[in-house]
């Protein structure tokens, strides 16, 4: 720990000519674009794997069509499917895991007034007027929302909520496109076409809802704003990584799954 703190205090020297108090800010602000650059190979195995999971969508669909009642038989049919087409389940969560160490270590040194039995020198940087071993409830004491402090968490917030939205937006369409993909929304057309003689509905695969997934669906599309709460709790060491990571991680994916 102590010689990330010495790292991180070198960089913040580095940087103190153009950022002044706000140096250490800014080194952890480049310590974080460092932490995406390592993880941007899995970042992009993570979007191949989504897209290709994006082409198998209708023979899934089909799966939980044949095998909606048996969920034995439709977990060993899905496996059997991404391991046929050499597609992983789990890349997508790669690149949040790896960043957990970062994130935890800047949340444990600016969370301690030591540092290897030394008094922590970090505690004593700021964000313009914020320190970054403060959370948002000392920026409340101190001042209220629109005090030095506070108007700094109310930027970190508003960034948060942009980038959210943006993440919103994206989620949409890939669940979108997903739903075309597996013949969302001609369930009912196919059944119609029964009806009136039409056979423009027997190519369409007709979806089969999977327990407990309806009310993950509805939430997916807003879980990039839970992120004011982390950002409201936590060190805003740790608060200015998170954000930094989540904008990046964002621009990372609009342009990966173009």
């Known amino acids: 720990m102590s010689v990330f703190a010495s790292l991180v205090e070198h960089l913040a020297d580095l940087l103190q000519p153009l950022f002044g108090l706000s140096a250490a800010a800014a080194a952890i602000v480049l310590f974080t674009a460092f932490v995406r650059l390592l993880v941007h190979p899995l970042s992009r195995a993570a979007a191949r794997g989504q897209k290709a999971r994006a082409r198998l969508q209708p023979r899934i669909a089909e799966l939980r069509r044949r095998h909606g009642r048996n969920p034995e038989k439709l977990q060993r049919a899905l496996l059997d499917l991404h391991t046929r087409e050499k597609v992983s389940p789990l890349a997508g969560i790669l690149p949040s895991l790896f960043q957990l160490p970062a994130f935890f270590l800047l949340f444990y040194l600016f969370s301690n007034t030591t540092i290897g039995g030394r008094p922590n020198e970090l505690l004593g940087h700021e964000l313009l007027t914020a320190?970054?071993?403060?959370?948002?409830?000392?920026?409340?004491?101190?001042?209220?929302?629109?005090?030095?402090?506070?108007?700094?968490?109310v930027g970190l917030f508003a960034v948060v909520v942009a980038v959210a939205a943006f993440s919103y937006r994206l989620t949409k369409q890939s669940m979108a496109a997903n739903?075309?993909?597996?013949?969302?929304?001609?369930?009912?057309?196919?059944?119609?076409?029964?009806g009136s003689g039409g056979g423009s509905g027997r190519g369409a695969v007709e979806p089969v809802a999977v327990p407990g997934t309806g009310a993950v669906?509805?939430?997916?599309?807003?879980?990039?704003?839970?992120?004011?709460?982390?950002?409201?709790?936590?060190?805003?060491?740790?608060?200015?990584?998170?954000?930094?990571?989540?904008?990046?991680?964002?621009?990372?994916?609009?342009v990966l799954h173009r």
């Open 179 to 194: 739903s075309a993909l597996t013949g969302g929304g001609a369930g009912t057309g196919s059944r119609g076409g029964r």
């Open 131 to 153: 320190p970054l071993g403060g959370r948002w409830a000392d920026a409340l004491g101190d001042g209220g929302p629109l005090g030095g402090a506070g108007l700094v968490y």
């Open 217 to 254: 669906v509805k939430v997916m599309p807003f879980l990039s704003f839970f992120t004011l709460v982390t950002v409201a709790v936590v060190p805003l060491a740790a608060a200015l990584y998170v954000v930094t990571s989540m904008a990046w991680g964002v621009v990372e994916r609009a």
